[in-house]
């Protein structure tokens, strides 16, 4: 497996509250990719970032933010989160650009 | 809207029975991917194939692309029951840069022992 992990990997919390996932990959791939799986609707692209201090929004990114300040580690921070992404969230990785992904194990997100 | 679009959405066979699931998709793209996603786990890559390509195969996988319809279909022979999952198509859109790969809404699959 390629080594992506993702932390934490169940979290509750209650709306307006800030909350940050952290994806760390050993992999040193330039491209890491935050989703969100929903039922019928598949993986939605939130942001994803094409090197340190590089990213871009995907087709989802209001209410969500990114940094990435070291290659291995992309963070996902909910400012103040909304019962609406309520999620599981899924990181991934990648070499270059529309290659294979790699995917992290999931993060299951609950906002009350 | 999604640029993938699997069919059918779910799909029941017996083990040994060979399972085909098509994708479509709306622009033009470089390449299209399959993966596949066992319940509660992240997506697994299965194939690549790129837009001057019309077929691949990996093991009992047999990928077919077809950029004049639009369309992709994913061929599993003689099923297993560890086939299982739900199955994913992946596309590239241009224009919206080739990084943002789009993925489908999936097809279930159960393979029945």
């Known amino acids: 497996d390629a080594g992506i992990t993702q932390s934490p990997r169940h979290k509750v919390t209650e709306t307006g509250t800030p909350v940050t996932l952290r994806c760390h990959q050993t992999e040193n791939h330039r491209y890491m990719y935050w989703y969100r799986q929903d039922p019928g609707h598949g993986l939605r692209l939130i942001h994803y970032?094409?090197?340190?201090?590089?990213?871009d929004k995907g087709e989802v990114s209001d209410g969500y933010s990114v940094s990435r300040s070291k290659t291995e580690d992309f963070l996902l921070t909910l400012e103040s989160a909304t019962s609406s992404q309520t999620s599981v969230y899924f990181c991934a990785i990648s070499e270059s650009a529309g290659d294979e992904q790699f995917f992290g194990p999931g993060t299951r997100l609950t906002v009350l | 809207s999604q640029q993938g679009e699997e069919d059918p959405q779910a799909l029941s066979i017996q083990e040994g029975e060979n399972a085909t699931m098509n994708c479509s998709y709306k622009?033009?793209?470089?390449?299209l991917q399959w993966y596949r996603q066992n319940s509660g786990r992240g997506l697994v890559h299965l194939i690549l194939i790129r837009s001057n390509e019309r077929e691949k195969h990996s093991g009992r996988l047999r990928v077919t692309l077809d950029t004049s319809k639009k369309s992709s279909s994913l061929l599993i022979t003689a099923s297993r029951a560890a086939d299982t999952a739900s199955y994913f198509c992946a596309t590239d859109a241009f224009p919206g840069g080739y990084q943002k790969v789009t993925f489908g809404t999936g097809t279930k699959l159960q393979v029945i022992p």
């Open positions: 622009t033009s793209i470089n390449n």
């Open positions: 970032s094409y090197g340190v201090k590089d990213t």
